[in-house]
């Protein structure tokens, strides 16, 4: 089992360009986040889906997008780059969303985001 | 809302004991604590459910008062491989929210 991948690791961006990350899992987790992580901060949630067909905003989900297109794969959209999202970012899964109680999560290795 | 995690860092020489605190205004489900080691993603370590359960894994073990929603992170005999970033998650219903960590340096 592979857990958790993210693409790209590093990405360098021009502000106003958009990009796309990706992240898949294999463990068949229902429930899917989105974090960005910056110095000082902590993790902080921009997106999450609870199942596959649902997505809702988390605590930072400004100037970005998200898409789950099947239960394994959840992508992070950034239409327009902004400096103040140099970041990075990591994906995590769990097998249902957190509320229940025991939901850990899973992370993946992180994508390293510059805008420039 | 965040939980507050303390203190922000800490230095340990190897062999020393250190506890992290983290506390939530919210009434908790349970606490979870992962730590993350530089350039690395973070890793569970345990979870913490209500009715005041204590853990252990190794030589770090925990606690969860849940009648003041707060949980300590106990780790004795520290290690050189104890060193990083330490984060408690705050499960309500359903969020999972993350304090902003305590930078742990263990040194020979």
């Known amino acids: 089992n592979a857990g958790v991948t993210q693409t790209p690791k590093f990405q360098v961006l021009k502000t106003g360009q958009s990009m796309t990350l990706q992240c898949a899992q294999d463990?068949?987790?229902?429930?899917m986040y989105w974090y960005r992580q910056d110095p000082g901060m902590g993790l902080r949630l921009i997106y999450y889906?609870?199942?596959?067909?649902?997505?809702d905003k988390g605590e930072v989900p400004n100037g970005y997008n998200v898409s789950r297109l099947n239960k394994r794969e959840f992508s992070l959209r950034l239409e327009s780059a902004a400096p103040s999202q140099t970041s990075v970012y990591f994906c995590?899964?769990?097998?249902?969303?957190?509320?229940?109680?025991?939901?850990?999560?899973?992370f993946g290795p992180g994508t390293r985001l510059l805008v420039l | 809302q965040q939980p507050v995690q303390s203190p922000q860092a800490v230095i340990l020489r190897e062999g020393e004991d250190a506890v992290i605190n983290c506390s939530s205004s919210k009434a908790l489900y349970s606490v979870h604590w992962y730590r993350q080691k530089h350039g690395e993603a973070p890793v569970f370590l345990m979870i913490?459910?209500?009715?005041?359960e204590q853990k252990g894994h190794e030589k770090i073990s925990a606690s969860f008062n849940e009648k003041k929603q707060q949980s300590s992170l106990y780790l004795t005999a520290s290690q050189l491989s104890y060193s990083g970033t330490y984060f408690c998650g705050t499960e309500t219903t359903e969020q999972l929210t993350f304090g902003k960590g305590t930078k742990l340096s263990v040194i020979p």
């Open positions: 889906s609870a199942s596959e067909g649902t997505t």
């Open positions: 995590a899964s769990s097998p249902t969303l957190a509320g229940g109680g025991q939901e850990t999560q899973y």
């Open positions: 463990m068949n987790h229902n429930s």
């Open positions: 913490l459910l209500k009715g005041g």
